[in-house]
């Protein structure tokens, strides 16, 4: 009771507005309209770089929830996820990325671990958005949702000057697995999970690395899909 007036007093105070349309929008939908949500384009492609990882036995399966697009809602939403400390949309993709796997029958997953953050950005951020898209895929399909699992080793810095090749090279070797848990995830079945992955060079080093540590099927997955910008 004293919740729900505290929510409504909150509400009246500061009105909740869809962040990307500006409408107004009922407290319980938090931060997107209904039609803003629909609006996003559910991305049903395959990722270019899947088979081969699939072929080599990194992965089992790769999905992204829907495509990024510059200018849509997408993006205001990835903005708010990141830098407005609204993990609650985190959840929402997290939430969509289980109901995707969900549509695969039969396939149960033990643990879901977000790729982590470098030490530096986390101090700045104060979270990690990709361990709430985490938290969202457990609500949906359970397993546990493990937030250090894997460990940054050294600063990678930003991705996207860097073409796919000098992508790969420039995350090399930059993920371990958290000396906690080499023995909780051998043999086990892992979801790893990122906010928006373009030629996938960090979420596939971060599978690889727990491939290497004995890990069992890995599935890579992420809220949203960019296609790389071809630069010169
Ligand atoms: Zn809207």
Same mark, same amino acid.
């Given at each position: 009771m004293f919740r729900k007036v505290l929510y409504e007093l909150l509400n009246f105070v500061l009105p909740n507005s869809c962040i990307s349309c500006g409408e107004p929008i009922d407290p319980?939908? @938090?931060?997107?309209?209904p039609k803003c949500f629909q609006a996003l384009e559910k991305y049903e492609d395959t990722h270019p770089w899947k088979d081969e990882y699939i072929e080599s036995g990194v992965i089992t399966n790769s999905m992204s929830a829907f495509w990024f697009r510059e200018g849509t809602a997408i993006q205001s939403l990835m903005h708010a996820m990141k830098y407005? @400390?609204?993990?609650s949309v985190g959840k929402m993709f997290g939430r969509e990325l289980g109901r995707q796997a969900a549509e695969f029958n039969g396939v149960a997953f033990d643990y879901i671990v977000p790729v982590p953050l470098h030490k530096a950005k986390y101090r700045d951020r104060?979270?990690?958005?990709s361990e709430y898209i985490a938290k969202g895929i457990h609500e949906v399909i359970g397993g546990e949702a493990i937030a250090d699992g894997i460990i940054r080793t050294r600063y990678t810095g930003t991705q996207t000057r860097l073409n796919k090749a000098e992508r790969k090279v420039n995350v090399s070797d930059a993920f371990k697995v958290n000396g906690k848990y080499p023995e909780k995830f051998a043999g086990k079945n892992i979801i790893v999970v990122d906010d928006v992955i373009t030629t996938g060079a960090t979420i596939l080093e971060c599978a690889s690395a727990l491939k290497k540590s004995g890990a069992g099927m890995i599935w890579v997955c992420s809220a949203a899909y960019a296609e790389l910008k071809q630069a010169d």
């Open positions: 319980h939908e @938090k931060f997107v309209c407005q @400390k609204m993990k104060t979270y990690n958005q």
